[in-house]
């Protein structure tokens, strides 16, 4: 490498005191293009707060964020709209439109918001569908999809808008064991086509083969943050390693 | 029983009635429930001091008789210097009442409306209005639809009230021609009839665009 | 501005007076739409073919047609028919209580219809004939279940009674066009009756509500 690589996003000092209690306590993060960063950590860390405070959905109290070093003013509405264009968000519980169908439901955004038209929304949603293998569900509603085509829907619709970074909100908590492998392997291709990502997640056979870091959350801040092979190995003492022994002792999962 | 009775004067008159109560009752449907629509909205997600204005305004409609509204436009307003005839005193009347209706059914069904679809639609970027237009309207409109639909029906018999404030519409025509003839009650017989056609085809048009706009899994709020 | 005001005074005893005549013809109605309510509902759920029909019929008729026809249509035309000579008051009381009974039908039997099956069949299981299981175990649930459809079908039919001053009732909506036609004073007037019927909507609610509460059973809610 000749040069260090400036870095696509980065996050400075994110506070955020919710109903009296401090979620998170000056959270900071760098993140570089083509990048998978894991946040792990028990619930209540403040995982889903620092990921929506990412593109103000919880407008932090304190705190900079910057995109490819242009800073983010999101008292500019405008800005702020133009930067969440940029980055895509994929929720726990999918949050499809109910009353759209697969395929509006990724259109939807592409014509309201990059005024593309009717066709060509169209096109490019058809495409993204069949980029996360539902090519033949797009005319189903949210409530004709299994939980894992639910949320590959989302992931689809996120994609379509070509975003710089995604953020990845425990996309497979709410699913079934046995769906969780089919979104995993959607963001496994993601991952290795090149998307810059952070993922919340407590899939640690998946954190350990493809995250580039770990950062291990707890009570509203990072208190370790690594290599997978550094903190995700039995001789690392970590508390990372510690968690995640303790959940996979809870049980145990495949990928 | 004289059929020319009905043939050569009550039919025409309240044909003629009918075609009024007809331009009462598709005006004031359609932009009370727009308004509805905005009050509905306002009182859900207005700033505090609009949200107390509209929700006022929803309780001083529902809560006084559709009469007094109409008399206070009538009869009440020149005693400010506003003078309306009887059709537009009726029209605004009774969009006035409906849209407050109408409100109540928005507002809930725009409550039952789960967060996440807010947070999904500005996580790609749309500005809050469109966020209401896109995502929110629509659903809350399908949830709202069989309210909205059972205030069209009472829309259509309370367009009976015009006539009160001398808007002569299909219950005036009938009843000028009871009062002449002493025929009260073959001649509301008719008009029973009349209003029960009016009324059994706007559910049937109701119920269809209720199973037009049917979504999978999308059901009343 | 004044003279507005003293003209409301004047006319607030009279209104008053007024007042309790929309209340009589509120609670009358209320009260005949009721017991007709709750048979026709029975009627409805647990009838044969021939009283489904009719009920239905019944219904769909007064649910049809405004409420202004049908005081015109019994007061003028199908009482006189029948040989009763009915005083305005009266005669608004029955059309408002059959109209209101129309709809508390319909309450009643959407809350007769949403208890557990098994409430009728542990009735006859006890040995209980099927009049009795419905007045003492169905009714006394579904009741309670109808109070807020049936504090929502008062606040109607309180609006509705408005209406019975086409009739010549003197209620607060003839007493208070009286006195607005004779004074001029339109606009304050309205506004008077307009206050009065909202009184007397929240004041009805609440006592609903009361009454909503006092007869609650524990852990039995909708």
Known sequence: MTKPKKPILRVENICKILGGKEILKSVSLSLNKGELKVLIGPSGAGKSTLLQCINFLIPPDKGRVWLEETEIQNRKKRDLYAFRQQVGMIFQDFNLFDHLNALENVAIALRKVKKMSRQAARDHAVAELERVGLGDKITLYPAELSGGQKQRVSIARALAMEPKIMLLDEPTSALDPELIGEVLSVIRDLAQGGMTMILATHQIGFTRSLADEVLFMENGRIIEQGSPKDLLSPDACSRSWDFCSRLNELHEEGV | MDTIFFTDQLIPALNRGLVMSIKLIIPSGLIGLMLGIVIGTLRTFGHSAVRKAANGYATLFRGTPLVVQLFLLYFGLPNLGIYLDAYTAAVVGFILCSGAYHSEYIRGSLLSIKKGQFLAAQSMGFSTFKTMCSIIVPQAVRRALPGCGNEIIYLIKYSSLAYIITCIELTGEGKMIATRTFRYTEVFMVIGFYYLVLVTMASFVLQKLEVRLKIPGFGKA | ?222
């Not at chain 3, 542990?122 to 099927?130: F, K, V």
């Not at chain 3, 609006?159 to 339109?186: C, P, Q």
């Open chain 3, 1 to 222: 501005m004044l003279d507005a005001l003293t003209a409301i005074f004047e006319a607030l005893p009279y209104l008053l007076k007024g007042a309790i005549a929309t209340s009589g013809i509120v609670i009358g109605a209320m009260g005949l739409g009721l017991v007709m309510g709750v048979h026709m509902a029975v009627g409805q759920v647990y009838g044969n073919r021939a009283v489904r029909w009719f009920v239905g019929l019944y219904v769909w008729f007064f649910r049809g047609v405004p409420v202004l026809v049908l005081l015109f249509l019994f007061y003028f035309g199908l009482f006189a028919i029948v040989g009763l000579n009915l005083s305005a008051f009266t005669a608004s009381i029955l059309v408002l209580g059959m109209t209101t009974a129309a709809y508390q039908s319909q309450i009643f039997r959407g809350a007769i219809l949403s208890l557990p099956k098994g409430q009728l069949q542990a009735a006859r299981a006890l040995g209980m004939s099927d009049i009795k299981a419905i007045i003492s175990i169905i009714l006394p649930q579904a009741l309670r279940f109808s109070i807020p459809g049936w504090s929502n079908e008062y606040s109607i039919i309180l609006k509705d009674s408005a209406l019975a001053f086409v009739l010549g009732t003197s209620e607060i909506m003839a007493r208070s066009h009286f006195v607005a036609s004779r004074t001029y004073h339109h606009l304050p007037l309205y506004i008077t009756a307009g206050c009065l019927y909202f009184l007397l909507t929240w004041i009805g609610v609440r006592a609903l509500l009361k009454l909503e509460a006092k007869v609650r059973i524990p852990g039995y809610s909708q």
